[in-house]
């Protein structure tokens, strides 16, 4: 697990970049699929009509679940309420339930006896990094698609109408609060935005700053044994703060198309955008890689390279019985060197068969033009 | 709670304090002969004690030890009597396995681990009344007890949390605040280095206040290590008083 820092990244991206990410919805309203890279996440907003919590009659409740599940990756394991679990789940629960990001009171049927109570689950489908900017980003997005029922109270009756007699209401969301994850490497020398898994591995610490577009932040939580200074944190906010403009965008815009692609009919959701993916898994995402000095450290590589040792003239193969400790080595060397001379030899012979073979056909070539 | 004033036009909060004024600190240290170090803390009415064990060999799962450096094993638990009403379930539940996480992180990045490779140092903090701030003071406790069983760290570890009401940071807040829907931020400082072992915000703050904030619980923390300074050497007088007799 060790992996040698360059300032540049596995995958080439620098180091405030985000992976790229996409939004693809499901056939019912509050389903959502968020690729970030190839983390995949997905977010189902669910209802139901309860009774309140006694402090708090008037106000609706609203339940956040993460699961994490073996089929993301290896390392979790069938048990639930691992560490990583909890966390992400208190995480997600702060981010969006302190926040205030839903208007809970709107939630409310008739108060203190029938109130909504919105569930938000979010499955880990495939762990590559950073799971916590992926599934705010889901839990925002299925919310904001998220139609409830329409319901009418007369008196203390109360009807709630199926999707098809009145159309379902959307939520009431005030604003989206989206975490950006930052990994610090080397006591905080090194800083980077959204983590890939193997960046996750070696990192030393991890800091999440959740803001909506309004530069409100919503949430700040750092983890990991590492010591930050004030300087950092107030970096690392303007940096979130211009990411997250751009993630808020993102998911308007996808909203758009999803109530675009409704209205005009089309069918919509998860099995319509999967045969999609197939067709297109061949292609490799282009990512921009700086390779100007590639090849200055390309010669600096073989320059610095020793010579191989000196081949042998002929293999010296030592008497049966006989144990020499010092050549051993090079005796295995003279023994390669022979196997590639060999090799070389075969491929020569390789080489020049082509070319006959070659000579013959063009020879062929030209004796059926001499007979023309 | 829309009645209650959190900051009156005179500067005074609801308990009488003014807004960086922080709750009394009373602490006691070596209150446990058993333990290998123990603590008493009181911020205000917010009561904890910690106790901690340790360096000693890896109990549990041995393939959990390190090869380097020690396994710091923190659990926060409440007492049922601590809050208002009386709380079901001290043990296992998110909140305070997440308080717990956060402990263990905050005392990784400020006890000196690698001297004591292989083994492991427990630190175990109970809440016996919870009146605000409850993440702070068992920071504050847990320090005490760590320095109380001689084990080295890096500095003191003082934490405290700091709120954001009408353009005025307010520092140490207790319930009535912490639950008025205020955007509070515990921060766990090591104050010699200026260094942030853990930083924690809920709730809505818009981003030009994150400095003015952050400064106030730094200062707040400052506050409060020199308290904590005084304790300690209050207590190696009294423990050096009697040994010599």
Known sequence: LSLCLLFRRLDGRQTYDYRKIKITFGT???????????????AQVSCELVAPKENRPNEGIMFFNIELSPLASPIFEQGRQSELSVKLNRQLERCLRNSKCIDTESLCVVSGEKVWQIRVDVHMLNHDGNLMDAASIAAITALC???????????????????????????????????????????????????????????????????????????????????????????CSKIASVKVSEITELISKALENDKKARKAGGRCGFAESLPQERITALKMDEMPVEVTDVTEQAYDIIQKTKEPPQTVPSPLVPAPGVGQVDQGQQNTWGLEEEEEEREDGVEEEAVMEVEQQKEEESKGAQRYFNII | MAGLELLSDQGYRL???????????????????????????????????AVV????????????????????????????FSTAERKRRPHGDRKSTEMSLHLKQTFEAAVMTQLYPRSQIDIYVKILQSDGGNYSVCVNAATLAVIDAGIPMRDYVCACTVGFVDETPLADLCYAEESGGVSSLALALLPRGGQIALLQMDARLHQDHLETLIDAAMTACKGVSKVLDEVVRQHLQEVSVLTRE
Do not use: W
Not at chain 1, 28 to 42: N, W
Not at chain 2, 68 to 76: E, G, L, T
């Open chain 1, 28 to 42: 019912d309203y509050g389903c959502c699929y968020v690729d970030l890279g190839k983390t995949r996440v997905m």
């Open chain 1, 145 to 235: 698609h998220f139609r409830r029922p329409d319901i009418a109270v007369q008196g203390e009756e109360v009807t709630v109408y199926s999707p098809e007699e009145r159309d379902p209401i959307a939520l009431s969301i005030y604003h989206m609060p989206i975490s950006v994850s930052f990994s610090f490497f080397q006591q905080g020398t090194y800083l980077l935005v959204d983590p890939c898994e193997r960046e996750e591995r070696v990192m030393d610490g991890l800091l999440m700053i959740a803001m909506n577009k309004h530069r409100e932040i919503c949430s700040v939580q750092s983890s990991g044994g590492i010591m930050l200074l004030k300087e950092q944190v107030l970096r």
């Open chain 2, 15 to 49: 308990d009488g304090r003014k807004a960086t004024e922080l709750r009394k600190v009373q602490a006691r240290m070596g209150v446990f002969a058993q333990a290998d170090g123990s603590a008493y803390l009181e911020q205000g009415n917010t009561k904890a004690l």
């Open chain 2, 53 to 80: 064990y340790g360096p000693h060999e890896m109990r549990g799962s041995r393939s959990r030890t390190l090869h380097d450096r020690a396994v710091i094993n923190c659990q926060y638990s409440m007492a049922t």
